[in-house]
């Protein structure tokens, strides 16, 4: 798994709206990299609308939220439908990128480990979040960033 200062490997996947999405495009930006177990389930739901409903705060702090998931672009774009997410849901199909990031440990993994990673304007893994509570954990990474 990464840890705090490790470079962010970069990556291409597709998004919920159907087009391609580099992480690269957002260097210089802060990035909340959410891997998420599966779509409109409930605590992957709980903590989506979580992500969501604290949006302005995450905006406001200069955070781009991204969900990833093994879900299809389909299944993806259903759920942020369902629950008016404003940030992209991405579909690790082939699971590259949760074998990269650590939150899976292969490829024959069924669903991605629930965590996140807070990703620097300069693409260095700041926090990682590995003991995540889908009750919570938009509000706890809001107070760590703003030292609360």
């Known amino acids: 798994m990464l840890k705090a200062g490790d470079p962010a490997p970069d990556f291409t996947l597709l998004a919920d709206d ?16 959410w891997f998420f177990p599966e779509a409109d389930t409930p605590g992957c739901s ?11 705060y ?3 702090n200069g955070i781009v939220v991204l969900g ?4 299809s672009v389909a299944e993806n774009a ?13 579909s690790d199909t ?3 990128v949760a074998v990269a990031y650590g939150a899976c440990d292969s490829p024959a993994a069924r669903y991605p480990e629930r965590m996140s990673f807070l990703i620097d304007a300069g ?15 938009a509000a706890q990474v809001l107070a760590e960033v703003l030292g609360v």
């Open 18 to 33: 159907g087009g391609q999405f580099m992480l690269s495009s957002l260097r210089g930006r802060r990035v909340l990299v």
């Open 46 to 56: 709980l903590e989506g609308r979580g992500l969501r409903d604290h949006q302005e």
């Open 58 to 60: 995450f905006d406001h």
């Open 68 to 71: 990833i998931s093994f879900n």
């Open 78 to 90: 259903a759920f942020a439908r369902k629950y008016n997410f404003g940030f992209k849901l991405l």
């Open 94 to 96: 082939a699971h590259q």
């Open 123 to 137: 693409g260095r893994v700041e926090r990682v979040y590995d003991k995540v509570d889908p009750r919570d954990h």
